[in-house]
């Protein structure tokens, strides 16, 4: 099937079979590898993107299904190489190790602030339970998110 | 793991999506449970229906005090809805403990109910609500309850050239309070038991448990007995009697409790 989607701005058009994944759509005809796979059922949350600005499960939506829709990954939070407030405090908050879950966490956590801007620990936490991360212990996520928060707040208070 | 291949229709209307439906398709909906079970090779349909594209299944509303859930409705759209937060607060509570949110983004009503998995919130919440399950096939159209809907585990009574089209709930009894309670090792994560109660006391009680049996029912000994003044407790007792294993029947008996005494206020 013949299919155009959106990834982060940038149209893809390609011929695909219905049972492509999304994920290996953007892994491997978009070539977005930031995107990671890991469990491939629905639980892990590392191939978590963004549909229309919601969080979904990439492995679980076909590739034909996002035909039309727009599609936002880990690249897209970083267009120009500038670290997107999220990012940067993960970085300093050490929320992450090896890395593996990190794309899946930013892209669900980017949706989270955005409609809980001022969020309470336990709504950090009860948000978190969808993506695993088996290095961290979590503890530097929680904080990293909190500092984000608390910095895309000031940016919003500076920038009017 | 990937699917295996399989031929793939995305029809625009029920009428069209109806004539695919049979013995060898499977129906796409939020695809939250299909997708794992396509990507395990547990399913392995000759075509795939997907109703993503039938914007006529996308709704809900109240009529005469009946909210209707067209099937394709997305879970966080049931969660964000006013109206069922203000009229059917059991319904509110209980979509906010089904997966996660990036899961009830895709998620749809239609699909949990349809997929019937016994550790589900919804299909519990809305036997305890006495729903209504509408489905349509060419050879007319019928209406169930969740008695005849649910037959076991990951099984209903649908036939395989039907579609679960709209779920129909009554209205909350004036003055009913709603309570949800369950158990799950982390938050999100499949529930091992749990408890949906909508109590108006002295007058109505709806009981159902989650976990408790091959599929979700609702405990009418224990309605019966919270009607005539039982407390929350000995309510809870009755509605696990017949629960097998001790643990289970503690577990499910105290979540019991805690679901009628939150409807309690």
Redesign the interface.
Known sequence: MRISVEVNGQRFEEEVEPRLLLSDFIRHRAGLTGTKVGCEQGVCGACTVQLDGEPIRSCLMLAVQASGRAIRTVEGLAPNGELHPLQRAFHEAHALQCGFCTPGFLMSMEAFLREHPEPRREDVREALAGNLCRCTGYLGIIEAVERAAREMRGADVQGG | ????????Q?PASVEEALPLLGPDSAV?AG??SL??L???RLARPEL?V?L?GIAELDYIHADDGVLRIGAMTRQ?ALERSELVRERWPLLHKAVRFV?????R??GTVGGSVAHADPAAELPVALAALRARFLLRSPRGERVVGAAELFVGPLSTSREPDELLFEIEVPEHPAGAGAGFSEHAR????FATAGAAAVVVPGSHAGIALLGAGPVPARAEAAEEALVGGASAREAADLAVRDVEGEHRRALCGELARRAIEEALG
């Open positions: 793991m990937k699917p295996p291949p399989f031929e793939y995305a796409l695809g939250q997708v794992p396509l990507n395990l795939v997907d993503n966080v997966g996660h949110a990036q899961i983004t895709r982390t938050h999100g994560d």
